[in-house]
């Protein structure tokens, strides 16, 4: 099930006491204050400046934290324990002094300063005498000096708003709330201001959500008339995050963060904490791109300032969007560091719900190494399953003693269950069911799913399938009753997995076939949230379970099984990079759409809490009862879709055979539950072979056997070669395996097909227009460090101009983003010839790039906003055709090439590596030399040519990709 979201319940408690003592704040941030402070001193108006010599200053950066209260100025009050972290980055040549008042307590070499190294810098704790003024900087080089100066204050005691906050910490809301009404009329202004913010939270807490808005709004203003800095951020987090877990204001809650933009600067801790505020907002509107990098940046942050606790929270929170994007092993390798680096003092429901994290996490990569949720009764036990239990039962343990968390306890005895499940252990599974069951007695409707679940999978490990197909109907209609997507998805694989064991294989078809149409539709989900349980990795058990029974039966069926389910990983990551596109009013329509389906969600799932206990009669009323709510919520779902789908069928589909040359064999590969089906069509037909386990990383030596071998007849009758490759085998160069004495390629032309489906991808400029394109467009070397890209460059143009083809050019610093951009949409565009770095960065590549001139870039999202795309494309950089970013990663990416191509070009010739710059104009030269024709054909000769002149350099790099 998916793991208890613990982590913004347990922020909202934070900020709710985050707010500051007057005239400082507690010290403790925000879950503890993150941020990416991203500019350095020269930005602060505590300023650095330089000294009036005649020498250059040396470059300064310096950024403070620790204050327990930051005014206008800036200036810092002093925390109790009178010491401040101070990060320095200057020359590490430079000496570096500092000061508090007239008293140095450091002076020496950046190189040589005392503290911790961090990102090219060092961070230093400074303590500061009782009555100081000023703490200041200094970097001397060369006879430059910089200087940065921060003016200090003491810190104001406040012990009637002491009291009002641990009374509130207690959970005494009424004691709390009479003592900060008693501080309204407090003689100092900023007491009243700081008792009205925690008033506010108070209210946020009884859940008087437009009481507690008002009173944020009303403690910002008077902040803000104070020059109260600190205060100001602190609570606009928290308006932030009331507006956008109350409601779904989104607009809202980014002008309450908007608005912080020109008081960065004077606040470093602030300017660090509010990319986790709007990475926040970002993941709730579905923008998981924008999250993870606003994630990043809050954790770089919380580096440079010393802020270990709020880098813990951004390291959870950056997991939990990977165990959503289905990267489970990555997502493990952070929880890991947030346990090493957590402080024996945590207090117990944090502990508690990482402990839950973690035990849930090592469920997911149970299930990613393994492909299955089969019982394993007698098998090995998977060491994963064993990283489960073990924090699971700690979590178990605090959730009933310091941490009394009733239903957080039944989602961890749910999550306990399904490991001993996953072991084959299905009594112990059936025992921790019920205990979750008396725990909780009104779950969500998302809990009392996989409730139902767990019953099913016990049913079918003790052999009793018609049990299993009864329950697995009763999970269905409480997934209809209370609109449940993944429900009617667990439902629907459940009932093939039953029919399967009954031996009603037909039957157990069409169950798998209906779980992968609406695995469709949960995949579209898992941005905005839902389906996290079913991450996209899981999601496809389903079609592993489709294509393996099909095989054996209907190797036609089984093949479009396999590729509708390649063509649905394509369509959702298209869904992701487009929303982070959105702009401007889209955006706006989009977050009021998202907002609308997601209030109404919240308003089914309260409603159904009790669902679970309905005989199967009374679910049926109930269903219908609600049919008509349940409509209007699935046309707000819609209404949202809309607007990413681009005018894509909601619906998957592709052609029931692809279009192929004469000649022409298509391989696909698809996962199945014990290794891969491969399957070899032709115009003629398919030939279906079942595939042992691979590892996709063997020599190559080692796959051909495996992967050409099983298809040696169908290859010697064809004359060309085109590999759709599903997950890990996407990586594995098949035109270089050894077939017959030599590399595949050597026998034939090998292109790497996406298998899209026709309606999916705009045409290509030039395509039906009733004339040739003519124009080619040449961008060389945009950062002007290749030299030999600008030779390529010379000798491409030179060849396009003697076939007859009017050449652009753009190089050096006239490649802008816009000149490119422009130029890719003018009419005519028969060829984009790129030479320059790739670069290839962001989950499965969501965030590359092709370099451009002033630090500019023409990333993957820009090329699917192209109105249109060249007819043909040659991108000779680094890691133009790589999508993945981490072995292991079960689904497809979208890299550059990828996206040229959904974008509607007809051919890419790209990089799926690092590629050296000569081996790169070697073989475009070679590409360019022959006649015109197609680009699989000079591929091939340019890839021989260059395996003839150097069999040691990566000639297989380049691979010719097509629709």
Request: glycine share 10%; charged share 25%.
């Amino acid at each position: 099930m998916t793991r208890w979201r613990a982590l913004r319940p347990a922020l909202g408690a934070a900020i709710l006491g985050a707010a500051a003592l007057a005239p400082g704040c507690d010290a403790r941030r925000p879950t503890g204050t993150s941020a990416q402070a991203t500019s350095g001193a020269s930005e602060a108006p505590a300023t650095t400046a330089p000294a009036t010599t005649g020498a250059p200053a040396p470059p300064l950066e310096v950024e403070f934290a620790g204050c327990s209260a930051v005014h206008a100025g800036p200036a810092c009050a002093l925390p109790d324990d009178r010491t401040l972290r101070i990060w320095v980055k200057a020359p590490a040549d430079a000496r570096v002094a500092i000061a508090v008042d007239a008293a140095v307590v450091a002076d020496a070499p950046l190189a040589s300063l005392d503290g911790a190294r961090v990102q090219g810098g060092v961070l230093a704790r400074v303590p500061v005498a009782a009555g100081a003024r000023a703490l200041s900087v200094t970097a001397e080089r060369g006879g430059g000096r910089a200087s940065f100066r921060l003016e200090l204050r003491p810190a104001v005691d406040a012990p009637r708003l002491k009291e009002a906050e641990a009374l509130r910490r207690r959970g005494d809301l009424d004691a709390a709330s009479s003592a900060l009404d008693a501080l309204a009329s407090d003689a100092d202004p900023a007491v009243q201001a700081l008792a009205i913010g925690k008033r506010a939270r108070v209210d946020l807490a009884r859940g008087r959500i437009p009481e507690a808005i008002a009173g944020f709004e009303a403690s910002i203003r008077a902040h803000r008339e104070a020059g109260r800095i600190s205060d100001e951020f602190l609570d606009r987090f928290a308006l932030s995050y009331a507006l956008l877990f109350n409601g779904r204001r989104f607009a809202e809650a980014r002008a309450a963060l908007d608005a912080l933009g020109p008081l960065e600067a004077s606040y470093p801790e602030g300017r660090a904490v509010k990319p986790y505020y709007a990475a926040l907002l970002s993941s709730e509107a579905g923008d998981l791109r924008a999250a993870l990098r606003q994630l990043d940046a809050s954790a770089a942050g919380a580096e440079r300032l010393g802020l270990s606790d709020h880098r813990l929270h951004v390291l959870q929170e950056r997991a939990d969007v990977l165990q959503t994007l289905g990267r489970p092993l990555e997502a493990q390798a952070l929880l890991r560091d947030v346990q090493a680096s957590s402080p024996a003092g945590r207090a117990p429901c944090e502990q508690a719900s990482l402990l839950n994290d973690l035990g849930w996490n090592a469920l997911q990569v149970a299930w990613a190494s393994g492909g299955s949720s089969e019982p394993r009764a007698g098998a090995e036990r998977p060491r994963s399953l064993a990283d489960a239990e073990s924090p699971l039962m700690a979590a178990l343990e605090l959730y009933g003693a310091a941490c009394p968390k009733p239903a957080k306890r039944a989602n961890a005895l749910t999550n306990l269950a399904l490991a001993k499940l996953e072991a084959g252990q299905a009594g112990a599974a059936r025992a921790l069911l019920d205990e979750a069951r008396r725990t909780d007695a009104r779950p969500d409707a998302g809990v009392a799913m996989y409730w139902l679940e767990i019953e099913g999978r016990v049913a079918l490990g003790s052999g009793d399938p018609a049990s299993a197909l009864q329950i697995y109907g009763r999970l269905a209609r409480l997934a209809d009753a209370s609109e449940l997507p993944e429900g009617r998805y667990r439902a629907a694989l459940g009932r093939g997995r039953a029919l399967e064991a009954m031996g009603r294989l037909d039957a157990a078809a069409q169950a798998y076939e209906q779980a992968e149409e609406l695995r469709g539709d949960l995949g579209a989900l898992v941005p905005l949230g839902q389906g996290r349980g079913g991450y996209l990795g899981r999601l496809e058990e389903s079609a592993r379970r489709l294509v393996d029974l099909l095989l054996r039966r209907d190797p036609r069926r089984a093949v479009r099984a396999a590729r509708r389910s390649r063509a649905r990983a394509l369509a959702m990551l298209r869904w992701i990079d487009r929303i982070e596109a959105l702009g401007g009013e889209e955006r706006a329509r989009w977050e009021r759409a998202l907002a609308a389906y997601r209030d109404a969600r919240a308003a089914f799932d309260e409603e159904g809490r009790d669902d679970w206990r309905l005989s199967s009669d009374e679910l049926e009323a109930v269903r219908v009862a609600r049919a008509s709510r349940g409509r209007s919520i699935r046309a707000r779902l819609e209404e949202a879709l809309l607007l990413v789908r681009q005018g894509e069928p909601a619906a998957v589909e592709v052609e029931a055979a692809p279009a192929l040359e004469e000649g022409e064999l298509m391989l696909v590969l698809h996962p199945i539950r014990e290794g891969w089906a491969g399957f070899a069509i032709t115009r003629d037909g398919v030939v279906a072979q079942r595939l042992p386990a691979l590892d996709a990383s063997a020599p190559a030596a080692a796959l051909a056997p495996r992967l050409l071998a099983p298809f040696d007849a169908q290859l010697r009758a064809a004359t060309r070669l085109r590999v759709a490759a599903h997950g890990e085998l996407a990586r594995v160069d098949f035109h270089a395996l050894p077939w017959d004495g030599a590399p595949l390629v050597a026998r034939m032309p090998v292109t790497y097909g996406l298998d899209l489906p026709r309606r999916g991808a705009r045409p290509a400029e030039g395509a039906g227009a009733g004339r040739a394109p003519e124009r080619a467009l040449v961008v060389s070397d945009p950062r002007r460090d290749l030299p030999a890209a600008r030779r390529e460059a010379d000798a491409v143009a030179a060849a396009l101009s003697g076939k007859g083809l009017r050449v652009e050019r753009l190089s050096g610093g006239l490649a802008t983003r816009r000149a490119v951009a422009d130029a890719l949409e003018e009419p005519g565009l028969a060829l984009f010839h790129y030479a320059g770095h790739g670069v290839f960065e962001g989950l499965d590549g969501w965030d590359s790039s092709l370099a451009l001139s002033g630090g500019s870039e023409l990333a993957v999202g820009d090329i699917l906003a192209l109105r249109r795309a060249p007819a043909r494309a040659v991108l000779s950089g680094c890691d133009t055709a790589r999508t993945e970013a981490a072995s292991g990663a079960r689904g497809l990416g979208l890299g550059l090439a990828q996206a040229l191509l959904i974008a509607g070009a007809r051919s890419v010739i790209a990089a799926t590596r690092p590629v050296d710059d000569a081996l790169a104009e070697r073989v475009m030269a070679a590409l360019y030399a022959g006649e015109r024709g197609e680009p699989c054909e000079q591929l091939r000769e340019a890839t021989l040519a260059a395996l003839r002149a150097d069999p040691s350099s990566d000639w297989a790099s380049f691979r010719a990709l097509v629709p």
